[in-house]
């Protein structure tokens, strides 16, 4: 079983318009709505694959209900604190010019108590779930929390011998590290601003040796990504394809990386299907879904290569 820890969960909507600018009133061509933060993208990624997957974290309210339905649905596990506030919406507006545009909902306060609680459900799911040896992490912390808040999951986890998987940005991802999660898989800016740097695809390398962390995979939309697993490092090249919605490409990419693990893959089998993944959300309409037959072609166009 794979668990996922969703803080800060959302109803997601993708709204596709044409010619998308500020100012204009604009109807949809088609909408999608899901159940998202990154978290939950990554269980329904999992799910598809055909994981036992369970997702905790807080809902609350109407929005809380809809999320806790579609896990239902789908079948994925959920173990979730309930909150007084309401769980928020994220909008994003996708555009024919390939333009993507987000406004994403600050989300439901959560005081310390509700965060107790948390920590409670927490360790009542790994005690009663002893298979569960792999967690990831997603996403931003809801108001009201601490920085710490992951580094606290991850020090816990540490004491188990359980893996996490660390997936946020900004000060969420420089406190987490410092609790050496298992794996981090920032995008571009993402390692950029964890760094305080500039750097382009060529220099980062030593970079990301530096920070000392068991596995790290740069992801970079397009371009691929490179990896840094135990110590090995890996520059991972993709073919173009016919992109319709990268959003949740890097949870994708995540549940891709759980599964590869969970199956004992070696470094070049676990990296293609991770980023195969990735690649195979991009080419859906809905966030956090990809499509079987696509990952299947196009594990065998990914290239690896040591560095
Ligand atoms: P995030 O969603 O975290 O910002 P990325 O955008 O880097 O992460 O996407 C993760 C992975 O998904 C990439 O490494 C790549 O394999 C795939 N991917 C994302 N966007 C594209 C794209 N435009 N074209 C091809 N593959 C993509």
């Keep these: 079983m794979l668990l996922t820890v969703t803080l800060n969960p959302s109803i997601d909507r993708s709204y596709y318009v044409e010619g998308f600018n500020k100012n204009g009133v604009y109807r949809t061509k088609y909408e999608k709505i899901t159940s998202g933060g990154k978290g939950l993208n990554v ?14 974290g807080f809902l609350g309210g109407k929005s809380g209900e809809y999320i806790k339905d579609e896990l ?28 993507h545009t987000e406004i ?35 996403g931003s912390i809801p108001q009201g929390l601490k920085d710490n808040v ?29 609790a050496k999660p298992f794996l981090i ?7 950029n601003s964890l760094l305080n740097k500039n750097l382009n695809q060529k220099n980062f390398i030593e970079e ?18 490179i990896a840094k697993l135990k110590n090995n490092f890996y520059r991972i090249m993709i073919p173009k394809i016919n992109v319709i919605n990268p959003v949740g490409s890097g949870d994708s990419m995540i549940a891709g990386f ?26 859906t309409k809905t966030t956090g879904d990809i499509d079987l037959n696509f ?13």
Excluded: H, W
Excluded at 44 to 56: E, G, Q, S
Excluded at 112 to 138: A, G, H
Excluded at 185 to 191: A, M, Q, S, T
Excluded at 208 to 225: H, Q, T
């Design 150 to 178: 992951y580094k606290r999951l991850i020090m816990y986890s540490n004491k188990f011998d359980i893996k996490i998987i660390l997936d946020s940005s900004g000060e969420y991802l420089k406190n987490g590290i410092e």
């Design 43 to 56: 269980s329904r990624v999992l799910k598809k694959l055909d994981m036992d997957v369970m997702a905790t």
């Design 72 to 99: 239902d649905r789908l079948s994925i596990i959920n173990d979730f604190v309930n909150i007084d506030g309401e769980t928020r919406n994220c909008i994003a507006i996708l555009s024919d010019d390939g333009s």
């Design 185 to 191: 898989k920032p995008n571009l800016d993402e390692i």
């Design 258 to 283: 759980m599964i590869g693990y969970e199956k004992d893959y070696d470094d070049i089998r676990l990296l293609k299907f991770a980023t195969a993944c990735g690649m195979s959300n991009a080419i």
């Design 295 to 307: 990952l299947k072609d196009i594990i065998n166009k990914i290239e690896i290569k040591n560095v």
């Design 208 to 225: 990301i040796e530096n920070l000392e962390l068991e596995n790290i995979i740069v992801s970079l939309g397009e371009d691929g990504a």
């Design 104 to 138: 994403l909902e600050k989300g439901p306060v959560i005081t310390e108590e509700y965060f107790y609680l948390f920590l409670k459900k927490f360790e009542n799911i790994l005690e009663q779930n002893s298979d569960i040896k792999f967690v990831s992490v997603s």
